[in-house]
């Protein structure tokens, strides 16, 4: 068989790189991942088991609408088939595999990209950045490594057969893996009503083990009088104010957050020793409004910086960490407190928690759900070497009727809003109407299995608290 990749193709997109041709690089990159795509799908069409192979006819059909066949698809119309089909899991079941990181980047991400690309061109306005670029063909090179790259024939074969999947090497895997979230906007909007009433309940669930981090963190500082405090994505500073609590000695707390809206709401009242500040973490002048703002607040630094739920919107967390702890006193605690999902047990729920959690993956304006694991290795690799970690885990055992549907909703009910924003951006996409569809239909489902009392579900919530 012939090979459809050669290393000049390659070469041809890095030197695009190098020279800033970046929506050239990120075509180039598309055009042979569409190549791939089709191969995967040829070989999946004479190999998969024939139930696989009619839910792919019929996928194929229904993306082509009965009269195109998948090799005039265009990247878009393949990525949709994929998606659709879910051909990946598919292959990975016949195959064995899990498919690693290729499972877990999304396609869609490219496909808004390559769209984006081709809408921006013809309006000649904004060009493709260099880290987009550089992500597409980070991602090309992860589904090359993935199938042998060399001959993507033979590897295309090769990684069909149950015992010889290639798996790509961890570095090619996870440096593209990290390059993909980091790319990764979260969508999240907390001034939505519902989301807000949501955050408050989900305040509730944390408190207890806040309290824990502060006490902790109040003794290891070793005075319980004019502490200073910062909350980083205080929201409305409705937690704020449920955590720095007078009686650990806290003399001022400042809160930030990039939410105008509901800093000048909370700025137009007097809150005391909370003070609020619209700021984003993640500007270029972060540390020039920080510096001001502490100028014009009177403080040196931080006896105690906290935050909550908010580093996983973040493209690069670990950037905003180590600017933060600038800012933390000598013997000051940092407390990071989130979630995560591989920290999630359910009983028996047929499946329903992981399609759920795949169908969310998938989008592009997911937060990082998989943070908590990595507090520890954040907060040690920016130099601090004392961190202790807290869990908690938050069970169906034991709740009424109400707390479990409280609970259903605290845990759930946001996870509706990523496929909609797909359906909200291309509200014709078939395959994102479909997405939105199957995830609503899956959350009743989910809230009905909450109402049964024999039902068990389980979520982990992680905090770290550093000492400097
Ligand atoms: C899930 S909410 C958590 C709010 C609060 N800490 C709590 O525990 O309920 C995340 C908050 O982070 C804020 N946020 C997200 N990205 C931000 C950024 N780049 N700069 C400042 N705030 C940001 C959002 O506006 C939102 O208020």
Redesign the pocket.
């Known amino acids: 068989m012939e090979t459809i990749i050669k290393g000049d193709q390659l070469e041809k997109i890095k030197h695009f790189l190098q020279q800033g041709y970046y929506d050239s690089a990120v075509k180039e990159s598309c055009a042979i991942l569409e190549e791939i795509l089709k191969r995967i799908y040829r070989q999946a069409m004479s190999e998969l088991p024939i139930e696989d192979r009619t839910a792919l006819m019929e996928g194929e059909s229904k993306i082509g609408k009965g009269t195109k066949s998948y090799v005039k698809f265009g990247f878009g119309e393949l990525v949709g088939l994929y998606n659709r089909t879910r051909l990946l899991e598919r292959w990975g079941k016949y195959t064995g595999s899990n498919m690693g990181i290729i499972r877990s980047i999304s396609l869609d991400y490219i496909v808004e990209l390559r769209n984006r690309l081709t809408h921006e061109q013809a309006s000649m306005t904004e060009d493709v950045s260099q880290s987009e670029a550089q992500l597409v063909y980070d991602c090309l090179l992860n589904w090359l490594s993935f199938i042998g790259y060399k001959d993507m024939s033979a590897g295309v074969e090769k990684a069909f057969s149950p015992s010889g999947t290639v798996k790509p090497t961890a570095k090619t895997g996870e440096s593209a893996y990290k390059h993909m979230k980091k790319e990764i906007h979260?969508g999240?909007d907390?001034s939505i009503k519902l989301e807000r009433r949501r955050?408050?309940r989900?305040?509730a669930y944390s408190e207890q083990q806040d309290a824990e981090s502060f006490t902790y963190a109040v003794e290891r500082i070793g005075r319980r009088e004019k502490l200073i405090g910062l909350?980083?994505?205080?929201?409305d500073g409705?937690?704020?104010e449920r955590r720095f609590l007078p009686e650990y000695g806290f003399e001022k707390v400042i809160g930030?957050?990039?939410?105008k809206t509901?800093i000048e709401k909370v700025r137009a009242e007097d809150h005391g020793i909370f003070h609020y500040h619209d700021?984003?973490?993640?500007s270029r002048d972060f540390e020039d409004e920080m510096e001001d703002m502490m100028e014009e607040e009177g403080i040196e630094a931080f006896d105690v910086i906290f935050?909550?739920?908010?580093l996983h919107?973040?493209k690069n967390p670990v950037r905003l960490l180590m600017k933060l702890r600038k800012y933390l006193r000598k013997g000051g605690a940092i407390i990071i407190?989130g979630v995560d999902d591989g920290g999630m047990m359910a009983y028996d729920d047929g499946g329903l928690v992981e399609e759920i959690l795949d169908d969310c993956l998938r989008q592009v304006s997911v937060s990082d759900r998989y943070h908590g694991r990595k507090f520890f290795p954040w907060l040690r690799g920016i130099g601090f070497s004392d961190v202790k970690m807290l869990y908690n885990f938050d069970d169906t055992t034991g709740m009424d009727t109400e707390e479990r549907i409280d609970f259903f909703h605290y845990y759930f009910d946001f996870r509706q809003s990523y496929t909609r924003q797909a359906v909200d951006r291309e509200p014709d996409n078939p395959q994102f109407i479909e997405d939105h569809e199957r995830m609503l239909a899956n959350l009743d489902k989910m809230e009905e299995l909450f109402l049964k009392p024999d039902f068990y579900f389980a979520a982990l919530t992680v905090s770290a608290i550093a000492i400097k």
């Open positions: 979260s999240y907390p955050l408050k989900q305040a909350d980083i994505g205080c929201a409705y937690v704020t930030i957050d990039r939410n509901l700021m984003d973490l993640e935050s909550a739920l908010t919107h973040l407190r």
